[in-house]
């Protein structure tokens, strides 16, 4: 079955260091891949997205995402987290053919001063 | 306005009652998708619109959910026979031409709690 594993419920983070989360996912082929961002009181956001091509994947807010297929990973980075990066982030995959996005649980940032 | 719009943005309701979420999506966009956020997961796909027809409504749990979206744009969803089972975050996401070639842009969602 087509799925996306996120194995880290919550990671707490000091504001000023690195972040890395981390994405699996389980598909017959390589699926398009997706993080998302949802802060409270908001919608999800499109952070970053993966089709093809260059494995290392630049998005918006300084995050990227590297794409590894030998180990059917996604994971995102950002190489110094601001407080404001404090959200739940979730990744997500769909077939080549296919128009439904599944998602991860999400992983919970929180930022420490 | 300029995102997606959802309404209520809070619902609560008594178990055996009957519920609608309304929707209104970005102009102009043809792809209309629903989603449901039960506390602690990811969002579920529900059902997905292209224009004023379902293209897939896999996603729905069983036939007490109902989804319309009569002139291809604001769609609203329908639930009958409410349970607590139900409560959760609907969410609602547009898109111009669908997920790969346009970014699906979602509401803050709707939270049903079910008592």
């Known amino acids: 079955a087509q799925s996306v594993t996120q194995p880290d419920i919550h990671i707490t983070v000091s504001e000023g260091a690195s972040l890395e989360l981390r994405c699996n996912y389980s598909?017959?082929?390589?699926?398009?891949l997706f993080w998302y961002v949802q802060s409270p009181g908001q919608g999800l956001q499109l952070l970053l997205k993966y089709f093809s091509g260059d494995t290392l994947v630049q998005g918006i807010k300084g995050f990227e995402a590297e794409f590894k297929r030998s180990q059917s990973s996604f994971n995102l980075r950002k190489p110094s987290v601001h407080w404001s990066d404090a959200a739940e982030y979730f990744c997500?995959?769909?077939?080549?053919?296919?128009?439904?996005?599944?998602f991860g649980a999400g992983t919970t940032v929180t930022v420490r001063a | 306005g300029a995102g997606v719009s959802q309404t209520p943005s809070n619902k609560v309701t008594e178990k055996g009652k009957y519920v609608e979420l309304r929707c209104d999506p970005i102009?102009?966009?043809?792809?209309l998708y629903w989603y449901r956020q039960s506390l602690g997961q990811g969002p579920e796909f529900l059902i997905y619109?292209?224009?004023?027809?379902?293209?897939?409504d896999s996603g729905l749990p069983n036939d007490r959910f109902f989804a319309v979206r009569p002139e291809g744009s604001v769609s609203t969803l329908k639930i009958q026979r409410t349970e607590r089972g139900d409560s959760a975050v609907y969410l609602c996401a547009s898109s111009t031409s669908g997920l790969h070639t346009g970014e699906l842009f979602f509401g803050e969602g709707s939270r049903l709690t079910v008592l």
């Open positions: 598909y017959g082929a390589t699926p398009y």
């Open positions: 102009s102009g966009h043809t792809a």
């Open positions: 619109f292209q224009g004023t027809g379902a293209a897939d």
């Open positions: 997500a995959a769909a077939g080549s053919n296919d128009y439904k996005l599944s």
